[in-house]
C-alpha cells in the first residue's frame, strides 16, 4: 500500500515525466474508478500538464484551463510509464498520452482506489481531502501537532494512521516511525508524555523524509516501486531487532500487521 515516501517518489517521477507535455488522447478503461465531478476527462485532450502535487496519499495533476485529476491509489494503485505499442494488463484504468510519444498508465488490481476529474479550484471537494491534517512532509510545528492530536485519545498507532493529525502515513510507516520513537504502538495518545509525542513527531517526519530517498533509489525507469527491503520493524516478525538484536513482535490485529520491538518499545497490552 503506498504511503507519503511512494507517493511522493511517484510525484518526483510524474513531475520529471509529465510536467509541459500535452495530452493527446485519454482513455478510460475502468469507470467505476474515474469520479467524473467535472465532466468527462477525455476533454483533457489538448491541454498541458501544469503540475503535480501531493497531500498526504492523494496525488493531484493540474492541467492548463482549470482541470485536475485527484488520485488517491488506496491499496493497490500504480503508476506506469509505458510506450503505446506495450502490452495493456488489464487492471489499467486509465491512458493518458501524451505529445513525447509515452503513455501514463494508472493501474488498480482490487480497484479501490479512485481518479476525481475535478476543476482545479474545486480540488478540495474530493471526499476525505479536506479532514487531512497537514502533510508529514510539509511545514509543521511540535506545538501545532500537539493541539491537533488533543481530540484523539486512542492508540498512538491508530491516531497516526487516520490521517487527521498528520496525513501520509499508513500501515507500514507507522511500525517504522514508533520503532525509531521508541513508543509501544498500542499506547493511548492520552498516555504518552509531551516528550514522547514529541519523539514521534519527529520521527514521523525523520522516517518519511530517509524513506522517500530509499523508494526513490529503488523506483524503475518506468515509474515502477521496489522493494520495501529498507525498513526496519515492520513485517520482520522474529528477525532481530536492529537496535538490540532481540526478536521483533509481529501481531495482526483488525486484519492489519504491526511489527515492534518489546524491548525497545515497551508496554502492555492493555490497559496501557
Ligand atoms: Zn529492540
Redesign the pocket.
Known amino acids: 500500500m503506498p504511503e507519503a515516501p511512494e507517493l511522493e517518489a511517484i510525484r518526483e517521477f510524474l513531475e520529471r515525466e509529465v510536467v509541459r507535455a500535452r495530452v493527446t488522447r485519454f482513455e478510460t478503461l475502468r469507470p467505476s474508478v474515474i469520479r467524473p465531478l467535472a465532466g468527462d476527462p477525455g476533454e483533457l485532450v489538448g491541454r498541458r500538464v501544469e503540475s503535480v502535487e501531493r497531500v498526504g496519499k492523494f496525488l493531484t495533476m493540474r492541467f492548463a484551463g482549470g482541470r485536475a485529476l485527484v488520485v488517491n491509489p488506496m491499496l493497490t494503485g500504480s503508476f506506469q510509464r509505458r510506450r503505446p505499442s506495450s502490452r495493456v494488463y488489464k487492471k489499467t484504468c486509465f491512458v493518458m498520452s501524451l505529445d513525447d510519444g509515452q503513455q501514463i498508465r494508472y493501474l488498480d488490481g482490487r480497484q479501490m482506489g479512485r481518479v476525481y476529474y475535478v476543476r482545479s479550484d474545486r480540488v478540495g471537494d474530493v471526499p476525505q481531502m479536506e479532514s487531512l491534517g497537514p502533510d508529514v512532509l510539509g511545514e509543521d510545528t511540535f506545538e501545532g501537532f500537539l493541539e491537533r492530536i488533543r481530540p484523539f485519545r486512542g492508540e498512538i498507532k491508530g491516531v497516526l494512521t487516520r490521517g487527521r493529525v498528520i496525513s501520509g502515513i499508513g500501515n507500514a510507516y507507522a511500525d517504522e516511525i514508533l520503532f525509531e520513537a521508541a513508543v509501544y504502538p498500542f499506547r493511548k495518545r492520552t498516555a504518552l508524555s509531551r516528550e514522547e509525542l514529541g519523539r514521534v513527531y519527529e520521527a514521523a517526519r525523520g522516517v518519511t523524509r530517509e524513506a522517500v530517498e530509499q523508494v526513490r533509489v529503488r523506483m524503475g525507469e518506468d515509474g515502477r516501486l521496489g522493494r520495501r527491503d529498507f525498513m526496519r520493524v515492520h513485517n520482520r516478525g522474529g528477525e532481530p531487532?536492529?537496535?538490540?538484536?532481540?526478536s521483533?513482535t509481529q501481531i495482526a490485529a483488525n486484519q492489519r500487521i504491526t511489527s515492534y520491538?518489546?524491548?525497545?518499545?515497551p508496554g502492555m497490552l492493555i490497559g496501557s
Do not use: A, D, H
Request: hydrophobic share 10%.
Open positions: 531487532c536492529p537496535r538490540c538484536g532481540s521483533i520491538c518489546r524491548r525497545c518499545q
